[in-house]
């Protein structure tokens, strides 16, 4: 299947998604089309549910609207948002007294400011307490000693690699590269045998988030210290913390990047890999399904090769998207009735019949996967000992101002890696001095976080 990322450059950005996160908490005055104020009260419990998701993964329209058919303890009216207003409408929504009964939400920052404003109801105490647990909601939904969301279905995040290509360049196809040195050396072959090693494409700048991602949590020792580096008891001017943007100076300098990787955007640079014209390339699992049928299988995934030297190196990228109720709901017992009949087998059955893709439960019945790269990726991210998308943890200010040009100046203006953690500092700290009620809130979170 073709997927549209949650960050895709189509229809709105993530960069709209971090500048609503600025703004959101502001627009509590806004009237709102279409409003909820007017909902009739009857003897089923009505929910209204705002969603997100066809865009990334196509069948989930199809999918909710049979769960909602089949749900009898109330009436569920869905409304698919759009990318540009997921946050600040529910915001929105919320500051106004008439938030929806169900919101979809993404994952840490992106849902966490809405936890921090009273805007949404813990689970742990609505939900069934296993259910709950088995969601696999991850860590970036707990605060507080209480759970704020449900997860709903995972996004892998693995580095594809193509078999023919690595063929062609004398590498074994079923043994990518592990370490640094590796790669450099397979870069190398592939280089010598006429391919453009290494890349993608960063004009739309979301690449070089995901490349944070993957780079950065290699030294860190657990999710509070990305965290920390944002709140200022880490300093991105140390060496290890802007190792990983040393290492992509390292490939430019090589010339292991693809030339063209200025000018084309994220999922096009993903294109040149399942084309058989890029060696290796930053992607997500919600892709594998229809790009390992366009290669007939010849696409593999692996985690980034390990140059870092932190307790999370190595280790495969799993993101997470998940539900929630509203703080303000009249009806968060039907509510947490409905994400309860969302997690039960045939329901998860039903997902995975209407998406192809894999639902978050732990309860799910993984045998029904065939394919064999499909098979594998569940099996090594999904089953395996996965950590979360540490980029859901930066503020807003930080990621337009260091997250994204970083990787992009790095790669097009031949800035440093030395020359990118000054600058992540210098923003760290401006954001600091801007935002000093969010930096506690932040300590407190990062605490959690790396006390597990």
């Excluded at 040195?181 to 592939?190: G, Q």
């Excluded at 009806?331 to 893709?357: H, I, R, V, Y």
């Excluded at 337009?400 to 203006?413: K, L, M, S």
Aim: net charge negative.
């Amino acid at each position: 299947m073709t997927t549209t990322a949650r960050r895709s450059p189509t229809g709105a950005g993530m960069m709209d998604r971090r500048r609503l996160l600025q703004a959101g908490a502001g627009l509590g005055a806004l009237t709102l089309t279409g409003g909820l104020a007017g909902r009739a009260l009857a003897q089923t419990p009505t929910l209204d549910m705002w969603w997100w998701g066809e865009q990334e993964l196509p069948g989930l329209q199809a999918y909710l609207d049979k769960a909602i058919a089949a749900f009898t303890e109330a009436q569920v009216t869905p409304m698919l948002q759009d990318t540009a207003v997921v946050i600040s409408q529910f915001q929105t929504a919320a500051a106004a007294g008439e938030p929806p009964d169900l919101q979809y939400l993404w994952n840490g920052i992106y849902h966490m400011e809405s936890v921090w404003l009273g805007y949404l109801a813990h689970l742990d105490g609505l939900m069934d307490d296993g259910l709950l647990a088995a969601s696999n909601h991850g860590p970036l939904s707990r605060f507080d000693g209480h759970v704020w969301r449900m997860g709903w279905y995972p996004l892998p995040m693995p580095w594809y690699y193509n078999k023919d290509l690595f063929d062609k360049a004398g590498l074994n196809a079923d043994a990518p590269p592990a370490t640094w040195d590796e790669l450099l050396a397979a870069c190398e072959a592939l280089k010598t045998a006429g391919v453009e090693p290494f890349g993608g494409g960063v004009q739309d700048g979301y690449w070089a988030e995901w490349y944070i991602t993957h780079g950065l949590s290699q030294n860190l020792d657990s999710v509070g210290d990305a965290v920390n580096l944002f709140i200022g008891d880490l300093d991105f001017r140390e060496p290890r913390y802007h190792q990983h943007w040393v290492k992509l100076q390292e490939l430019r300098d090589a010339g292991f990047l693809n030339k063209d990787m200025a000018s084309l955007g994220l999922y096009p640079g993903i294109d040149l890999c399942v084309n058989g014209q890029l060696g290796i390339c930053s992607s997500i699992g919600t892709r594998l399904p229809a790009d390992a049928k366009t290669t007939n299988g010849r696409i593999g995934c692996m985690v980034l090769p390990v140059f870092g030297q932190g307790a999370l190196a190595g280790r495969p990228v799993v993101d997470m998207q998940g539900m929630g109720i509203a703080a303000g709901s009249e009806a968060k017992e039907a509510a947490a009735s409905f994400l309860n009949f969302l997690n039960q087998p045939a329901q998860l059955a039903s997902f995975w019949e209407a998406t192809g893709w894999i639902p978050a439960a732990s309860g799910f019945d993984d045998s029904v996967i065939t394919d064999a790269s499909v098979k594998d990726l569940w099996t090594r991210w999904g089953k395996g000992d996965p950590i979360t998308n540490i980029t859901n943890l930066m503020p807003g200010q930080f990621y337009e101002q260091a997250a994204i040009p970083t990787g992009q100046n790095i790669i097009t203006a031949g800035m440093s890696g030395e020359e990118a953690g000054e600058l992540a500092a210098r923003v760290a700290q401006e954001w600091r001095d801007f935002n000093p009620d969010l930096v506690e809130k932040y300590q407190q979170w990062a605490s959690e976080l790396s006390a597990g």
